[in-house]
């Protein structure tokens, strides 16, 4: 079973930049799809995306679509998130997750929580 | 895009009640569909997957069915710490998936 530990909690003012990270184990981390969730306080989770560590293929939800930029860097099994200027409305609770598809996510990290106030 | 529609919104309910929380897709989806519970300051937890698998280690008084287009989640003698929201999520265009807007079960 993969084991996904995401960085620590960030404050940051808005129009900061941010890159936060989730790093895996195991030697099987390429061959998975590692996507993001989001939940604001007291909203409900939302999809964000989903990258293929092994090429980096990246699909992004919509909503979500040029606001954050995922990527990974698989010799170190790690996955991020990056934003280039954040906002008070980015404020929210972040996981990174395994996805295996049939609605399987089923291996999540910690969660990092990101404030974004002035 | 896929949509999902999950009602009711919230409920209330008592221990040892039996619960059914229903998921609509906007258009059919075979049965690539999951369950999860989330409990405050606690990561999301996968339930059911395939629509109708049980997630390892997951009691079985929670159960799920349905294909296509309505899914329905059943907690059976609901538990103290089944108190929680519940989603579905829909990846039929795997690896993009969507998320339910959430069930909220309320202690009556």
């Known amino acids: 079973e993969v084991q996904l530990v995401q960085s620590g909690a960030e404050v940051k003012n808005p129009g900061e930049s941010l890159k936060i990270s989730c790093r895996g184990s195991g030697s099987r981390f390429t061959t998975y799809w590692i996507a993001w969730v989001r939940q604001v306080p007291g909203k409900d989770l939302e999809w964000m995306g989903v990258?293929?560590?092994?090429?980096?293929?990246?699909r992004y939800s919509p909503s979500f679509q040029g606001q954050v930029s995922i990527s990974a860097d698989k010799s170190i099994s790690t996955v991020y998130m990056q934003w280039s200027s954040l906002k008070a409305s980015d404020t929210g609770m972040y996981y990174c997750?395994?996805?295996?598809?049939?609605?399987?996510?089923?291996?999540w990290g910690q969660g990092t929580l990101v404030t974004v106030s002035s | 895009a896929i949509q999902m529609t999950q009602s009711p919104s919230s409920l209330s309910a008592s221990v040892g009640d039996t619960v059914t929380i229903t998921c609509r897709a906007s258009?059919?989806?075979?049965?690539?569909l999951g369950w999860y519970q989330k409990r405050p300051g606690k990561a999301p937890k996968l339930l059911i997957y395939?629509?109708?698998t049980l997630q390892i280690g997951v009691p079985s008084r929670f159960s799920g069915s349905g294909s296509g287009t309505d899914f329905i989640l059943t907690i059976s003698s609901l538990q103290p710490e089944d108190f929680a929201t519940y989603y579905c999520l829909q990846d039929h265009n795997y690896p993009q998936g969507t998320f339910g807007g959430g069930t909220e079960v309320n202690i009556k």
């Open positions: 258009q059919g989806i075979g049965n690539d």
């Open positions: 997750v395994r996805s295996a598809g049939n609605g399987r996510l089923d291996s």
């Open positions: 395939e629509a109708s």
């Open positions: 990258i293929y560590p092994g090429d980096s293929d990246t």
